[in-house]
């Protein structure tokens, strides 16, 4: 008797490849890894740009992490529940992944809001309360808008010290867009090429901000950061 | 700043760091608010290197900080990927949610160089249009919508179970988006999908995305045991009950080999009244087929009964 074929589809409903919802089911750390990149530019998203709530009530809007390392921790801890088994058992892969994901994102921050309602529980009476609460203090301001042309022009300088080839690889990935695999084809290489030269046009960015920010008088243009931070740990 | 701290955070802003040095630094940084606003500053830069709200060194780094923690296998990533494989690739996130509480097999047919999977026939492997219909089946296979989703090996569904069904479409398609779905189950008799006589067919204007279509159909009801083949196509006008009896005719008597290369909507024959201004605006097919399995159980209910709940 001729054994039945076996029917599987390349693609979940939810639109991962089949092979890689059952490993995620499983915990297989390879499926893990496709499901982390193939969402991680969602929820960055969400936990950079912010998103609206209401709590007790009233209408709250968390602005979004402008902290690289306070973002990535939270990224970090909103795919670390994610993976937790339950959390994966309890993605029943038909419907789209992105939205539970941006669950678990908000409650990251919402946990963050809880606490600091706790902190700084509201007196009675108390009308001074804004209508929006402001969970880290990063609106679009004149000082941050300052400091982003800022370091804008310290890598517009940094790009003006470079030779053409390099300038025309960092074209050719951050103006142009395209992968590291395109972009060594585009330019003869082979990938582990590209992705050293990148690595090395990284360092070398960061060598010049170091030696810029040493130049500056105390660091002025950037010195501010450090001490708001230095003040905000005091005052933990 | 001690200049080893500021290299390991260099490290991390320019995606080499080791995987050996992961939980130091975030301890470091926890600790150490200098070093915090130092590694926001870098990262700053990143960003106004890449022109981008969020660099993509900064995502890699959480990367190896979820292989730190044993989530990822350390080492298997690339240590410094382009941006296009988060972005580009999403071109499948947010596929809609399905309205059935159906789990578990999914079917459809192959993509243009895939091997094919066991009962889906591998047709029109030559024309450059194949595959851009997808079509997913699934199959809960309790009916009560309380079973996680699991691949069911053999490509069948019990015929206690329920199917729901998933499109997608590609992005390069610029024709005909009135949907039709519909079957034929062992007996030869047509199983109405999409549309259905109460039931109009949607419209599938999203590209690169799986829709998932509003429809749950209880097997019990109205599919006999053993093989269904399942026929959806994008067509110019909404198909009408009709039309798809007349189709289902064609169909109920060709061949489904597995090496049959002729899609279904060149079987009907360019004249098919299913298939009118199909030569205007372009149509796409796609089909495949499973197996319902005999019922585990007797439903109790009355014909009438099962029949009223196989159209919710």
């Known amino acids: ?236 | 700043m001690r200049a080893g701290r500021r290299r390991g955070l260099d490290r991390a802003l320019t995606g080499t760091i080791e995987p050996g040095e992961v939980r130091g630094l975030i301890a470091a940084l926890r600790e150490d608010a200098a070093a915090r606003a130092s590694y926001d500053r870098g990262a700053r830069a990143m960003r106004a290197l890449e022109r981008r709200s969020v660099a993509q060194t900064e995502l890699d780094w959480v990367e190896r900080r979820l292989e730190a923690d044993g989530l990822l296998d350390a080492g298997a990533g690339d240590r410094a990927p382009g941006r296009a494989w988060s972005w580009a690739r999403g071109w499948w996130i947010g596929a809609s949610v399905l309205a059935a509480a159906a789990a578990v097999l999914a079917l459809r047919p192959p993509a243009p160089g895939d091997g094919g999977d066991g009962l889906l026939a591998p047709r029109g492997a030559a024309d450059p249009r194949a595959g851009w219909l997808a079509l997913s089946v699934l199959c809960d296979p309790t009916g009560r919508g309380d079973v996680p989703l699991a691949e069911v090996a053999g490509g069948s569904c019990p015929g206690d179970g329920t199917l729901a069904f998933a499109v997608r479409v590609d992005a390069r398609h610029r024709g005909a988006e009135h949907l039709v779905v519909f079957g034929i189950d062992a007996r030869g008799d047509v199983q109405y999908y999409l549309p259905t006589p109460d039931v109009a067919a949607p419209v599938v204007a999203r590209r690169d995305v799986w829709t998932s279509l509003d429809r749950a159909v209880r097997l019990p009801v109205n599919h006999a045991a053993g093989r269904v083949r399942v026929f959806a196509a994008l067509l110019p006008h909404p198909a009408s009950i009709d039309d798809v009896d007349a189709a289902a005719a064609v169909l109920a008597t060709s061949s489904t080999r597995r090496d049959d290369e002729t899609p279904w909507l060149d079987r009907l024959g360019p004249a098919h009244p299913l298939l009118a201004d199909c030569g205007v605006a372009e149509c796409l097919g796609a089909e495949l087929e499973f197996r319902v399995e005999p019922r585990a159980s007797r439903d109790a209910r009355s014909p009438a009964e099962a029949a009223e709940a196989g159209q919710q």
């Open chain 1, 1 to 236: 008797m001729q054994e039945e074929p076996r029917l599987e589809s390349p693609r979940s409903p939810c639109g991962w490849p089949t092979a890689t919802l059952r490993g995620f089911r499983a915990g297989d750390p390879a499926a893990l890894r496709e499901v982390y990149r193939l969402h991680v530019g969602d929820v960055t998203g969400l936990l950079r740009h912010g998103f609206s709530f209401e709590s007790a009530g009233r209408a709250h809007r968390f602005v979004g992490y402008d902290s690289a390392f306070e973002l990535q921790d939270a990224l970090h801890e909103t795919f670390r529940r994610a993976f937790e088994p339950a959390a994966r058992q309890a993605f029943d892969g038909i419907r789209p992944y992105t939205p539970y994901l941006r669950m678990i994102a908000r409650n990251v921050v919402l946990r963050t809001f809880r606490a600091q309602r706790e902190m700084f529980p509201l007196a009675d009476g108390d009308t001074a309360e804004p209508d929006a609460i402001v969970l880290v203090d990063t609106e679009p301001s004149a000082e941050h808008d300052a400091l982003a042309r800022e370091m804008q022009g310290i890598v517009r300088a940094f790009l003006d010290t470079l030779p053409a080839a390099d300038r025309e690889l960092l074209t050719l990935r951050f103006v142009e867009g395209l992968s590291q695999r395109d972009a060594a084809d585009s330019l003869g290489l082979g990938r582990q090429q590209i992705r050293g030269r990148e690595a090395k046009l990284r360092q070398a960015l960061l060598d010049h901000l170091h030696r810029h920010d040493a130049g500056t008088t105390l660091g002025a243009t950037w010195i501010a950061g450090p001490i708001a931070a230095l003040i905000a740990e005091a005052l933990r």
